[in-house]
């Protein structure tokens, strides 16, 4: 989800259904239905904007030209979830975490479900754009003092409270072998591949190459601290504003996570790698963390020191998003494609120096 305010610029709401309407017109029509009914909401303009995992996403401009943000979910089989995702957004709000806030229905709900479709409607954060490939200078700080107060934050969550886990369960070699495997013969068995589906096949094979490595650096991780997290910190979910960390967003049901990974994941944004050199982003990553540390003072040094060997590892045991073109080729696009070629060069990159990397880090946090 984006509730950043860098929307287009808004359609009429669509008129009343005729023969010719396409199926996009009944689609904003429907939204437009269940403003209104769940949220007394008579509005101006409505935008569909790139869609999420598992929503169909909407700028919505009101009557007072307040501008919103709509999430419609394509099923409502798992609403249980989506509103347990809701609620610790919310619980975060209220702590004094930069999130955005819902906006309740009026039955009081954070999801609308008695109306055409099932929704949840979220105060826009303005002048924002999100962290992709956006982590720089100053907002690398930054990040790290809204990311410690996070997770310090998530730390008294009633859900669960902090324990130390062992770090080698970071990820399942065995399983990810697996996965790379099967994919492997999925492709081999294709009578053709088109040039991104040949270039997922060739990293799949490095990947799997390296999978013994990887059991090497699980080894060699310390006991880290498991705890309620965000859940999918990674940049598109984090929205800035000139050199602030202004929301997080789109936050997961709560689920013990490793604290290392959440920081690696949002550390190690490949776009931010690659922009900023090895050397220029090493400089951000130690920033961040610092300010991590600033902000969360009970944080382990372990799971900090640790961060980009857990994140190495976690990314390398990860198909996505080689395995796209075979498991889900419909969300198989430029953007995407683009993603993926920024994910492997950083994380071979990364690899490569994860050493030299790593102990640098150390010298900086202890």
């Known amino acids: 989800m984006s509730t950043a305010s860098h929307q287009p610029a808004t359609n009429p709401v669509a008129a009343p259904s005729t023969p010719g309407r396409t199926a996009e017109g009944e689609q904003v029509k429907a939204v437009a239905d269940t403003l209104v009914l769940a949220y007394r909401m008579h509005p101006a303009g409505i935008t569909r904007i790139p869609e999420g995992t ?17 999430k419609v979910y394509r099923t409502r089989e798992h609403l249980d979830l989506e509103r347990a995702s809701v609620e610790l957004s919310e619980y975060c709000a209220d702590g004094g975490v930069a999130t955005a806030r819902a906006t309740r229905t009026r039955e009081h709900d954070l999801i609308a479900t008695r109306g055409p479709l099932p929704m949840s409607l979220w105060s826009c954060v303005p002048h924002t754009a999100t962290g992709e490939g956006g982590l720089r200078g100053a907002r690398w700080a930054a990040v790290g003092t809204a990311m410690g ?6 730390a008294a969550h009633p859900a669960a409270s902090p324990t130390l886990k062992p770090g080698s369960a970071v990820c399942d070699v065995a399983t990810a072998r697996d996965r790379y495997e099967g994919l492997i013969l999925a492709y081999e068995q294709r009578p053709r ?3 991104f589906e040949a270039w997922s096949l060739q990293a799949t094979r490095e990947r799997q190459a390296l999978l013994r490595g990887v059991e090497g650096i699980l080894a ?3 006991p880290l601290t498991v705890q309620i997290l965000h859940g999918d910190l990674s940049g598109p979910n984090v929205l800035l504003k000139d050199d602030d960390a202004a929301a997080f967003v789109d936050f997961r049901p709560p689920t013990p996570r490793y604290v290392a990974w959440e920081i690696a994941r949002l550390g190690c944004d490949p776009s931010s790698v690659l922009a900023n050199g090895v050397d220029g982003w090493l400089t951000g990553y130690t920033d961040l963390t610092l300010a991590y540390r600033d902000a969360n003072p009970k944080a382990s040094a372990n799971d900090l020191v640790s961060s980009l060997r857990v994140g190495c590892a976690a990314v390398l045991c990860s198909t996505f ?3 796209a073109p075979v498991k889900r080729p419909h ?4 953007a995407l494609e683009s993603y993926g070629r920024a994910r492997h060069e950083a994380d071979l990159m990364l690899l490569d120096q994860l050493p ?11």
């Not at 107060?149 to 998530?154: G, I």
């Open 54 to 70: 598992a929503t169909d996403n909407y700028a919505v401009v009101d009557q007072a030209g307040r501008r919103h943000f709509a």
């Open 149 to 154: 107060r996070l997770h310090s934050r998530l």
């Open 193 to 195: 591949l088109g040039e």
């Open 220 to 222: 060699s991780l310390p």
């Open 321 to 323: 998003p080689f395995s």
């Open 331 to 334: 969300i198989v696009d430029a």
């Open 356 to 366: 030299v990397l790593g102990e640098a880090l150390r010298d900086a946090l202890l």
